[in-house]
């Protein structure tokens, strides 16, 4: 099922002159109405001398638009408190609230009306599509809602296209097993961490291989880089005998790009509803596609809560060559890389946190891990912690080898120091395993 009047195929599948056409189209649209409605975009485009009657051709045009930034969203609900001044309808006509989860600084409320919420469920809609996941299926929400705006966009898309939503809010890691066996979902939406400590705990009451059993045929996991990584994918997709799919996205922006099923490791960008830039994190110029670049986003269609030119902070590799699956929207390569303001700098060497899990996730005995960046000086260290599973011999050798491995793949030396079983933090949200100290 599809929203009506929306060709799902159609949309995914247009040649690149087609998209360029409707993005501008759609972009044009947004620039009118923030430069009729949103005291926060008047200013900006008037700093950046652009008033009401200024021509403006896109794409050509659109680098004369200003950025967006987090800071600058929260800087405006602090001057105007709560909602701040992006918004472009009367309150009255807002009908959802969410916050960011304030993992990198202030949380960031956002709230939209019936219609903005209903292009949000839309792409949605599209990361489902991308999946497999259809009427038949049963969907197993594996968190606590809160109010975060991936999780509820998520369980509407579910009800939309007619499957059977299973919440599971408010539980513990037990009892959520449990209702994995009483119901038999055949999807989960869950965080990569949280389904890699579902599998810990299923096999701590069950035994190896209970999890796998249960019926679970796909994994649509966010919030962390983890799905894209392919030790940490891989390991997800053994335990629970089913296929894992990417996808991310932003409270502040929207669901943004999704895995197909047929291309493991690339996320589709959708291009129909989101115009996507990858710039250079420093100068702001645009980088090929097959090199690093920070990912910029404007939602097209999400014109209560309008951003231009958002800077999300993402590192990725865009990839512009055919996928398998037909969809003509260009793709992130390796997902979420990693993020602009994760990055250390040890001994002269940057690291990311993403680098460190994609080797450590490679050691089936390790159950569970955490990174500490110590400052020292100029200088700096990285050491791991690293709990070994129950029943695994000599945590000394596999601390050793992890050690290596991570020499081996950032140039640093890494001390790696095993600790106790269940002594490291669990999390269902995003995993805060990177730890700075100062001295």
Excluded at 361 to 387: H, N
């Amino acid at each position: 099922m599809t929203p009506a009047g929306v060709d799902r195929a159609a949309m995914d599948r247009q040649d690149p002159s087609a998209l360029a056409e409707l993005q501008a189209r759609k972009l044009s649209a947004l620039v009118a109405l923030v430069q009729a409605k949103s005291p926060f975009y008047q200013a900006r485009l008037a700093a950046a001398g652009i008033g009401p009657a200024t021509p403006l051709r896109f794409p050509d045009d659109l680098p004369r638009l200003p950025f967006t930034t987090k800071a600058d969203l929260v800087a405006d609900q602090d001057r105007c408190p709560p909602w701040g001044s992006v918004i472009t309808e009367p309150l009255a006509r807002y009908t959802r609230y969410n916050h960011t989860s304030g993992t990198t600084g202030h949380p960031l409320r956002w709230i939209d009306t019936a219609e903005s919420w209903a292009w949000a469920v839309r792409c949605w809609v599209a990361v489902y599509e991308a999946a497999r996941v259809t009427a038949a299926d049963r969907v197993f929400f594996a968190f606590s809602f809160g109010p975060f705006f991936g999780f509820w966009t998520a369980y509407d898309a579910a009800a939309r296209i007619g499957a059977h939503s299973v919440p599971a809010g408010g539980m513990s890691s037990e009892q959520r097993l449990a209702l994995v066996d009483a119901v038999r979902p055949t999807a989960v939406c869950c965080t990569p961490t949280y389904a890699l400590r579902l599998a810990e705990v299923a096999a701590g009451l069950h035994g190896e291989g209970w999890l796998g059993s249960r019926g679970v045929r796909v994994l649509i996991v966010a919030g962390e880089p983890g799905g894209s990584i392919p030790a940490t994918r891989e390991r997800i997709e053994r335990a629970w005998n089913a296929r894992v799919i990417d996808h991310h996205g932003l409270t502040e922006v929207g669901p943004v790009s999704y895995e197909c099923w047929e291309a493991p490791g690339f996320l589709h960008l959708n291009e129909a509803e989101f115009l996507c830039e990858v710039l250079d994190p420093e100068t702001a110029a645009p980088v090929p596609d097959g090199s690093a670049g920070e990912l910029v986003i404007t939602n097209l269609g999400r014109g209560a809560s309008p951003v231009l030119r958002y800077r999300t902070g993402d590192i990725v590799v865009r990839d512009s060559t055919p996928c398998p699956c037909g969809r003509s929207f260009r793709r992130l390569a390796g997902g979420i890389r990693s993020r602009v303001d994760d990055m250390v700098a040890i001994r002269g060497v940057n690291v990311y946190p993403a680098a460190v899990e994609a080797v450590v996730r490679r050691f089936d005995e390790v159950q569970e891990f955490r990174a500490t960046v110590s400052s020292s000086g100029t200088l700096g260290s990285l050491a791991v912690d690293i709990e070994i599973a129950e029943g695994a011999t000599r945590p000394g050798e596999v601390a050793d080898r992890v050690s290596r491995a991570l020499s081996a793949a950032i140039g640093l030396q890494v001390a790696v120091t095993p600790v106790q079983p269940g002594s490291l933090p669990r999390f269902e949200m995003k995993a805060r395993r990177f730890v700075r100290r100062d001295g």
